[in-house]
């Protein structure tokens, strides 16, 4: 039981029925996310890269069931968490939970900071004040926030320490698994290095496995185990964190990586994509990156490349490598 | 060989009265732009970098802002003080301005290529046909696909980066000699961001632009600026040529904002921060401005805004650790 993984995700699918007109007519499916299976161990990292609409964001909350899935298997634990009725969902849920990109919008301007961690409490059902109030000072301090702004409210704190606030609600049941759905990607860079120290230093002490969703290939290089590359809503890259920054093989893949300049030493190759990510409307035949591709083949606007492995725990949908 | 000067910027202060106080969002900026090169304003939010540039064409509310000191420096003229006519003459033909988020900068009721003529004809008397043939040759130079089209496109037809590479075309529409961009690539994609670098890049050398290139993100300086110059509290901490600033920094806020930064090419260590927040405008620290948060800090530091000392010929810092290094002070 406790080598197999701590969430195995297979083949979950999220679709957006798009409708038209005056009588809801249906128009079209946004595939936000196309069938995606991973897994993530118990105190691991994994990363999730990809730009906007890419279905990072949709995947984790899916996860949660925040967005109810449209298809597919979640197992948490051993727990199906797609057959689970909202009860035990909720349970569930203080055992793997979410911190937001956005700390002004996922707090309640209305209540205090302590109100708000407690909230996260009393949800799950520890209604004695005493201890109510110890805890919420005992996660406070766990996320470095002073004592003395229990009393406080959101609009009084910079958006470094708010994110320390999500952080304190999210750790409330002291969860297994926490998604973060682009954490720091909000927060000035003097203090999203503070962000993501707090992070790891929770997960080194209680084991914590993260989601960490971000488009930001160097954070997530500097927090992930693993890494994975998602485009249009579908998993293209895999791989340990070593093996994808030394031996990245999907071609979006290397485009990515080219466009961080700091990875980019004098004698690597810049490449340069060529137009936007496709409309999740109406993505392009064949492999979705082949519009974008600067290794197309004739194969590729035809069939579908399926993600295989072609190393141990390196996997990848391209081609290229079939 | 003295490089021309384009621009200059002297002892600029912009402040706010607001009803909570002055908030003085530029307080002492110098920097001196010169032909055909990047200087890029880099800090946190809230440092005064966006401000220093509306500052330049005056485009801040006005009130409750108002430039109360310095000068800005272009062809003659003091931009800081000179009538409006003269001013709006200049606005968008000589110096044009690329903004953040092009999606609130777009008239949205306008389509892409009325936008772009009406800039245009502002500025000069030819033909709505010439105008329009300009903008579609901008568009394609921004390597839009299907540029015809796009010119009778609405903005919301447009993706994020089509919108952005829409308005860097349109800042270009009548060839400005300076070209300021405010955070171009914050709001979209990285791979869309390399391909507005790329633009960017190649105006500099194509056509000899001067680009102000305003950001937070240090390794966007290190791939398209000639010269830094870091902001802090409303004014200029460290200037000095990228390759510089980046290997030898010296004022302790750009020591701690190139550490903070993960690396992707190192192993996984902790990463430095600095500690503490940017500084409420309204409540400035008195002395330097960095003192709070600085890891170097002195007694001298609290009570007395260091003045700027230049280390070598081409670096200078404001900062009380390098007063006695001055070689060449102004």
Not at chain 1, 36 to 47: D, H, T
Not at chain 1, 306 to 317: K, N
Request: glycine share 8%; proline share 6%.
């Amino acid at each position: 039981m406790t080598n197999s993984p701590l969430l195995q995700v297979k083949d979950l699918k999220k679709y957006y029925r798009v409708t038209s007109g005056l009588i809801s007519r249906l128009s079209g499916e946004i595939k936000a996310v196309d069938g995606v299976s991973l897994s993530i161990n118990r105190g691991e990292v994994l990363g999730l890269v990809g730009e906007s609409g890419c279905g990072k964001s949709t995947l984790g909350k899916a996860i949660l069931r925040l967005e109810e899935p449209t298809a597919g298997e979640i197992n948490f634990n051993g727990i199906d968490v797609v057959g689970l009725n909202r009860r035990d969902l909720r349970e569930l849920r203080g055992k793997m939970q979410i911190v937001f990109q956005d700390p002004d919008s996922s707090l309640d301007p209305r209540m205090t900071v302590g109100a708000s961690i407690a909230e996260a409490l009393v949800v799950h059902g520890i209604s004695d004040p005493v201890e109510l109030e110890e805890r919420v000072a005992r996660l406070m301090e766990k996320v470095g926030l002073e004592a003395g702004f229990y009393e406080r409210y959101p609009h009084e704190f910079s958006g470094g320490q708010k994110q320390r606030i999500g952080i304190a609600r999210a750790l409330a049941m002291d969860p297994e698994l926490i998604i973060a759905d682009e954490p720091v990607s909000a927060l000035d860079v003097s203090v999203q290095a503070q962000i993501l120290n707090l992070m790891m230093d929770i997960r080194d002490r209680d084991g914590l496995a993260y989601m960490f969703v971000s488009h930001d290939l160097s954070v997530v290089k500097y927090l992930s185990d693993r890494v994975a590359v998602m485009y249009l809503g579908k998993i293209v890259e895999l791989a340990d964190k070593e093996e994808f920054f030394r031996n990245p093989l999907h071609p979006y893949t290397e485009a990515l990586l080219s466009a961080i300049a700091s990875l980019n030493p004098e004698g690597r190759k810049r490449i340069l994509l060529t137009g936007d990510v496709p409309s999740p409307l109406n993505p392009p035949s064949g492999c979705h990156f082949h519009t974008r591709c600067h290794r197309m083949m004739p194969v590729c606007p035809q069939v579908e490349p399926e993600l295989i492995q072609i190393a141990p725990g390196h996997y990848v949908s391209c081609h290229l490598y079939v | 060989m003295m490089p021309e000067k384009v621009l200059e910027v002297i002892n600029l202060k912009t402040w706010f009265f607001t009803r909570r106080g002055i908030v003085k969002a530029v307080n002492g900026v110098d920097f001196v732009l010169t032909r055909g090169e990047c200087l890029c304003l880099v800090g946190e939010s809230g440092c005064g970098k966006s401000v220093t540039a509306l500052s330049i064409l005056r485009l801040f509310d006005s009130p409750p802002g108002r430039i109360v000191e310095g000068e800005v420096k272009y062809g003659g003229a003091d931009l800081a003080t000179c009538p409006m006519p003269q001013l709006r003459k200049i606005r968008g033909k000589d110096i044009a301005m690329v903004f953040q988020n092009a999606q609130s900068s777009l008239n949205p009721v306008f389509t892409v290529g009325d936008q772009i003529v009406e800039q245009i004809s502002v500025h000069e008397r030819i033909s709505r046909q010439e105008a329009l043939a300009r903008a579609q040759t901008l568009l394609e130079e921004m390597n839009i696909p299907q540029p015809g089209r796009a010119l009778k496109m609405y903005p919301h037809q447009m993706s994020g980066g089509m919108k952005q590479r829409a308005m860097i075309a349109m800042g270009l529409s009548c060839n400005p000699e300076v070209l300021i961009a405010d955070e171009p690539t914050t709001s979209v994609d990285v791979t869309i961001r390399a391909q507005i670098i790329h633009i960017l890049q190649e105006l500099k050398t194509g056509r000899h632009m001067s680009i102000i290139f305003i950001t937070h993100d240090l390794s966007l300086v290190k791939e398209i600026g000639d010269r830094a110059a870091v902001v802090y509290g409303g004014s200029v901490v460290e200037v000095a040529p990228v390759a510089d600033i980046l290997k030898h920094p010296a004022h302790p806020y750009t020591v701690g904002l190139i550490d903070c930064l993960p690396d992707v090419s190192a192993k996984s260590t902790r990463l430095s921060s600095i500690p503490g927040n940017t500084p409420n405008p309204l409540e400035m620290p008195a002395g330097c401005s960095f003192h709070p948060r600085c890891p170097k800090v002195m007694d001298i530091c609290r009570s007395l805004a260091p003045a700027t000392v230049n280390i070598t010929g081409v670096h200078g810092v404001s900062c009380h650790l390098f007063v006695n290094m001055d070689g060449r002070s102004r």
